[in-house]
């Protein structure tokens, strides 16, 4: 109903004018996009995959200053050229993050520790995230019902039926496929890669893309699945109030989540802390209120960056996204100011692009509506109760 009026408004109202905290800090300030390709962002997710997988294999190829695995290591090998080069061809990649890439090659080069390797992948997974606007959490909280079903359809011939890759098919494929069932490797991954791998397969194994056949949703769902399958799985009902919300729960792997948890409630006991870790896995919450600026805020950009690029179809894509899955769920809870101001700005967005409005205009509208957003985020603009 609210959209409805809002060609009403237009007539009446007036025009408005650690590594972890790193990462997932929300946006400050209005950097407008540059003008860049409407695929943009997938590329960059891409990149963010080879890090993550670079990252997370690399001690399968070198220990101790020597290699253990010379396949897995001439994967290391191409793979940090493959996300340098691809980078480098990105008419607006900036000189730092490349240096990093580099720097990446010449640590894999040198059979550097495992430790060196992963600080600058984590490195360079904050230029990329922010560099590119993405979103690396899901917009609604994952069904793992729903993700044991896909999983069971879709994954069991291969990674088996507990997850532990013995499908019926994994004696045929080399490399064998991976073992979710393993505490080790588990334990130092993110329901984010996971979620990476299904959208985008794995290059060099028997890893389909599913980037098709699941939606957004449903690969989310499957990636937090995924993270029920690690053998000693026992989740156990927090005695405390547990607040890791759903972003923390996709990006931060369990090593990461316990050692946080460790610090919040020291009178639990370490085993007890990797139960209630398993526990928040298996029932992740509802999006934040942060949450859903993010979501509004990241899609308001790749909007405008596809708008930028002439790529109209994705700009309005984007922007419905940003409205329906970031703002609508909290305006609610907002003065009627303003949301109104949002869904009248928003609505003047949508006939600029259907109009082929002015870049300038276009990006003055972004604009203002990312500073709506910005004052939700510091508490301004409630209803009163």
């Not at 020597?66 to 897995?72: A, G, M, P, R, Y």
Request: glycine fraction near 4%.
């Amino acid at each position: 109903m609210q959209r409805l009026i809002l060609f009403f408004l237009l007539l009446v109202l007036p025009t408005g004018a650690t590594f972890q905290q790193r990462l997932f800090s929300p946006d400050q300030n209005f950097d407008e996009p540059a003008q860049q390709t409407s695929d943009a962002a997938e590329s960059g997710q891409r990149l963010v995959f080879l890090l993550q997988y670079l990252a997370g294999d690399y001690d399968r190829a070198v220990q101790g200053g020597q290699i253990v695995d010379s396949l897995e290591y001439g994967e290391m090998q191409r793979f940090s050229r493959t996300l340098t080069a691809t980078y480098q061809s990105d008419r607006q990649a900036k000189g730092q993050t490349l240096n990093k890439m580099h720097k990446l090659e010449r640590l894999i080069a040198d059979k550097a520790a495992l430790a060196q390797v992963r600080s600058v992948c984590h490195e360079l997974m904050v230029n990329l995230i922010k560099e590119k606007n993405l979103l690396v959490f899901p917009r609604v909280a994952p069904d793992l019902a729903a993700g044991r079903e896909l999983y069971e359809e879709n994954c069991v011939s291969c990674h088996g039926a507990l997850g532990a890759g013995d499908g019926p098919a994994a004696d045929t494929l080399n490399p064998k496929p991976r073992d979710f069932t393993d505490p080790v490797r588990i334990n130092a991954c993110a329901p984010h890669q996971f979620y990476q791998a299904v959208t985008f397969g794995v290059e060099g194994t028997a890893m389909p893309t599913f980037a098709e056949g699941f939606t957004d949703e449903q690969r989310w769902s499957v990636a937090f699945y995924l993270m029920t399958l690690r053998r000693d799985f026992s989740p156990l009902t927090p005695t405390i109030q547990q607040n890791f919300t759903l972003q923390q729960l996709a990006t931060r792997s369990n090593a990461e989540l316990i050692a946080l948890l460790s610090r919040q409630s020291r009178s639990q006991t370490s085993s007890d802390n990797n139960r209630v870790v398993d526990y928040c896995r298996q029932n992740p919450p509802q999006l934040t209120l942060d949450e859903h600026i993010a979501i509004a805020e990241k899609m308001l950009k790749q909007s405008l960056a596809a708008y930028l690029s002439a790529d109209s179809a994705r700009a309005i894509q984007f922007a419905e996204e940003a409205y329906w899955q970031g703002f609508e769920p909290i305006e609610r809870k907002l003065a009627s100011r303003v949301y109104l101001k949002f869904e009248r700005t928003h609505t003047e967005y949508h006939w600029c692009i259907e109009e082929r409005g002015r870049h300038e205009q276009a990006k003055k509208l972004i604009k203002t509506m990312l500073e709506i957003l910005q004052q939700v985020r510091d508490g301004k603009g409630f209803r009163r109760s």
